[in-house]
């Protein structure tokens, strides 16, 4: 019987005055009898708009038909037909901006939740036995790649289903790019990561870490001396900025890119870790996205009284709502229309507190968007230990500076057309490093476009 529940099945979670104070995942996952729920409730459209709206293209209605009849496996083998990922992208993708937006049963009430069975799916593939992955039978050629963050690997992973022998390099000690570095292990367990990855490796993937491309080895030599034959840039944008505003370098300013690295890759939040960070009583995250959701939720994990400051009202937020909602039961303040001006230090060179404009929000412009401006003489002093900024990040021009031939925008991105082929014959891109900071599953899709424009210029080249 189909399930026809205007609502969709509630997620379990940790209690939020629990989780306030560790580090262990925050979404429980559905139970088996949950997800066969769930899946009921997809009506199963033959025109199938949701997977319009899914980057890397899953058939979604066949999957969710199969955990509806219980068969769990092949739904798994359905997905990862299409993603590399999918432990990964049932967690942090913005489904409901995505997939679940164009989702019929969205119309008169909630969509089917379909990142919550993606993830049910993937979990529950991961929790069986190993199982033996057959190796596609090599073809030949032989491809590089760039950076191990979800558009290398998604990137990776379709070139190694095709026979390709791949090899990702990556600057850190840990694979997983940003999926490591950048998302909280609350929201992202680093055990999913590396179990995604070793399923690559399964299929002959290799990873070579601590390898900065532009100082260990170029672009050029990868091609010239290495014998690559194509590479693909996925190397992300991990170069953060900030305001410009006085104060900005005091101890305990730290940028969202650096406190979360120290937080996930080096463990920081443990009571015994070599590299503490601290926070003190009081932080204040400035910025409005998921990465300040996470770097509040970080500190608020760390024991501090936490605020988040944004110059734009909650409307504008552009986190997902389920951070946002996830950040406020946790006991986490916003103060909205408010804006940085100047950092005041403490005596001995430490953050004392923030000084911030209000602000208003203007008409909206051409494209829709109120700019948010300074209310005149309008000033709030916010007390604080910490201050993290959360406003973005750019390419790391390395890269752009060690590659002959290699054209870039003006703020750092490398050119790439829709199939991510660059100005320099072989050379693709894709992910952040193209377009700047945006979602795991839009740097999954330009991977897997970059990986099928790879394969027909590999193959022309034969």
């Not at 870790?273 to 998921?290: E, F």
């Not at 003006?410 to 693709?428: C, F, N, P, Q």
Request: aromatic fraction near 6%.
């Amino acid at each position: 019987m189909p399930n026809m529940s205007p609502t969709k099945n509630k997620m379990p979670v940790q209690d939020p005055v629990l989780r306030s104070s560790n580090f262990d995942e925050v979404a429980l996952g559905y139970t088996e009898e949950q997800a066969i729920d769930e899946a009921k409730r997809c009506l199963g459209c033959k025109h199938k708009p949701c997977v319009s709206g899914c980057p890397v293209q899953i058939d979604i209605p066949a999957f969710i038909a199969e955990v509806a009849k219980g068969d769990f496996e092949a739904a798994y083998r359905i997905i990862v037909k299409s993603s590399s990922l999918p432990a990964v992208c049932g967690r942090v993708c913005p489904q409901e901006i995505q997939c679940e937006s164009k989702c019929v049963r969205g119309i008169k009430g909630e969509p089917v939740a379909i990142g919550r069975l993606e993830r049910f799916v993937a979990d529950r593939h991961n929790s069986q036995p190993d199982t033996v992955v057959e190796k596609p039978v090599p073809n030949g050629h032989k491809a590089a790649v760039i950076g191990s963050g979800p558009s290398g690997l998604a990137c990776a992973g379709d070139l190694a289903k095709k026979g390709y022998d791949v090899t990702v390099f990556e600057a850190l000690h840990l694979a997983g790019g940003v999926l490591s570095y950048g998302i909280p292990e609350f929201r992202l367990p680093k055990s999913i990561v590396q179990k995604e990855i070793e399923g690559l490796e399964a299929l002959g993937v290799k990873i070579e870490t601590n390898t900065v491309v532009g100082k260990t080895v170029s672009v050029d030599e990868l091609m010239k001396e290495e014998g690559f034959e194509s590479v693909f840039i996925g190397s992300g944008a991990g170069l953060p900025r900030f305001m410009n505003i006085p104060g900005e370098n005091l101890s305990g300013v730290y940028s969202a890119n650096e406190f979360l690295t120290r937080i996930n890759l080096m463990k920081a939040y443990k009571p015994d870790s070599p590299t503490p960070v601290k926070v003190g009583k009081k932080a204040v995250i400035v910025g409005g996205g998921n990465v300040a959701m996470d770097a509040a939720r970080c500190a608020r994990r760390l024991g501090a009284d936490v605020t988040i400051v944004y110059r734009r009202t909650e409307n504008e937020l552009p986190a997902r709502a389920e951070e946002v909602e996830h950040a406020k039961e946790e006991g986490i303040s916003f103060r909205f229309l408010t804006n940085p001006a100047e950092i005041t230090p403490t005596d001995d060179g430490w953050v004392k507190s923030v000084i911030c404009q209000e602000m208003v929000l203007s008409e909206p412009d051409a494209s829709g968007r109120a700019k948010a401006v300074p209310k005149e003489g309008a000033f709030i002093e916010i007390d604080a230990d910490c201050v993290i900024i959360a406003i973005g990040t750019s390419p790391n021009p390395l890269i752009k500076s060690t590659t002959s031939g290699l054209d870039t925008q003006k703020w750092g991105g490398i050119i790439a057309d829709d199939a991510g082929l660059t100005s320099k014959e072989g050379v693709y891109a894709g992910g952040d490093a193209v377009t700047g900071a945006a979602t795991v599953i839009l740097a999954m899709g330009a991977g897997k476009k970059a990986a099928a424009a790879m394969d027909e210029y590999m193959t022309g080249q034969s």
